[in-house]
């Protein structure tokens, strides 16, 4: 296991922005961990290495990772440094959790503070992407043999194991590839509601393997990314035919987690609003020093490519840009943390505290 995921990072997002990419920029102030553990579902936004074990790989070369950790460590992240994922780990003073598929057996049977099933591409439904990275059904199913096989191990008594579970938190963030069929936008009303139905079920089935506290990313505008932007009159507008279908399932989310907070007992969550802080970071982005809102760090991304093609040379200043392919840049990622986690702007919870 690489040493960085041994370390426990325990941090207070305190320190104002900008903030450079190239250090931990956080005030270090360690404190009693409130959850014992931090388990991920989703796709290539929290993906952290999953995809570089399956046969379409992942973002595990360069450019990728050039401000992680010291610099110059692709792990598979898309992105050039931390995720969200990463950030809400340091600030639950927890260690970054580690890819199922990075994992022996053996070190499954000894980690009690999570795992990461997410895998870029996955999105709600079996259907999307199945060939070329985890469906949330097989993540589940990973998280499953991880209850039976793992924990059952971990843990002496069942109760011991239900209470870990239980206070245990479990982020969930996919859709967004669930609009797309080899590239071309597909989504309209009926499958929103087919989505929100599909994505209710596999809570449900994560919350009957032991889960009761959930934290929910709703869909980002897949409308602003930069291959998309690219292709609008004026370029850089949005296309706000793909924001508007995905719209409509996110204003119906929060509506499907409450119906599940009155169904589910113990059921809690934390709702964030990705779509609205990319919208938002697009317009009020130089307060923050981000100057390109959706021009890509990585070039050659622009015209459609899904990933960084290997050695290219980025931007040199990725503090000043929203996108790094299609993804957030790191600096996006710590100002989604900073407003999530400590201002409280982005995200609701129902009566669960991050803090």
């Given at each position: ?264 007992p113990g059921f809690s969550f934390v709702h964030a609003d990705l779509f609205g802080f990319f919208k ?76």
């Amino acid at each position: 296991m690489k040493s960085q995921y041994l370390i426990t990072l325990c941090f207070v997002l305190t320190l104002p922005f900008p903030l450079s990419s190239t250090t931990n920029s956080y005030e270090s102030s360690c404190h009693k961990k409130k959850f014992p553990a931090l388990y991920v579902f989703g796709d290539s936004l929290i993906d952290c290495g999953n995809n570089n074990h399956l046969p379409s790989g992942g973002a595990d070369y360069l450019p990728y990772g050039i401000d992680f950790m010291g610099g110059n460590t692709p792990t598979g992240r898309a992105t050039n440094g931390k995720t969200v994922a990463d950030f809400l780990a340091m600030h639950l003073g927890l260690p970054f959790v580690h890819p199922y598929l990075d994992l022996t057996n053996h070190q499954r049977n000894k980690i009690r503070t999570g795992i990461n099933y997410a895998s870029g591409g996955s999105g709600i439904l079996p259907d999307t992407n199945n060939v070329t990275s985890l469906t949330l059904d097989k993540q589940i199913k990973f998280f499953h043999r991880t209850v039976k096989h793992n924990l059952h191990k971990m843990f002496n008594e069942k109760e011991k194991m239900e209470k870990h579970l239980s206070e245990s938190l479990f982020f969930v963030s996919t859709g967004v590839n669930d609009y797309f069929h080899n590239g071309t936008f597909r989504g309209n009303k009926n499958l929103s509601l087919f989505l929100l139905n599909e994505f209710t079920l596999r809570i449900q089935r994560i919350y009957d393997l032991g889960a009761r506290k959930f934290f929910v990313n709703n869909i980002p505008p897949a409308g602003c990314f930069p291959s998309k932007a690219i292709r609008e009159r004026p370029r850089g507008n949005c296309d706000e035919k793909i924001n508007k279908a995905i719209s409509f399932y996110n204003r119906r989310l929060p509506e499907v987690l409450h119906e599940l907070q009155s169904l589910l007992p113990g059921f809690s969550f934390v709702h964030a609003d990705l779509f609205g802080f990319f919208k938002e970071l697009r317009e009020t982005g130089k307060s923050y020093g981000i100057v390109e809102t959706w021009k890509p760090c990585c070039p050659n991304t622009i015209y459609g490519d899904l990933q960084c093609h290997p050695n290219t040379v980025p931007c040199p200043n990725r503090d000043t840009h929203l996108f790094w392919d299609e993804h957030p840049t790191q600096i996006v990622n710590q100002i989604y943390a900073r407003l999530c986690f400590i201002e409280g702007t982005i995200c609701k919870s129902s009566d669960l505290k991050l803090i």
